[in-house]
């Protein structure tokens, strides 16, 4: 799974976790913020939506924030879905 696809599913599961649990984009980029994020909310939004590339540091760092605001909630690492042999397809 090339980067591009990995933050495409990323995102798509970040959103239905926190649709699922009531919130919204606003309440994550607080919590993510309060943790130390450096993407602002208008840019957190265009990514959960496929409008912004973010890098796998900011979108490992919204992952685990959703893990721990939406109980159940299982969004993984960029790092646990790419292949086994860790090479980035092209």
Known sequence: MDDRTIARTQARMIRAAISDAGLGVHELWEEY???GGEVDELEVDAYLHHALHLVPR???SL???TNRMVPG???PCSRDLRPIDGRSET
């Open 58 to 60: 900011h979108r490992d």
């Open 33 to 35: 913020r309060r943790s």
């Open 73 to 75: 909630a299982r969004v």
């Open 63 to 65: 992952a685990r924030i």
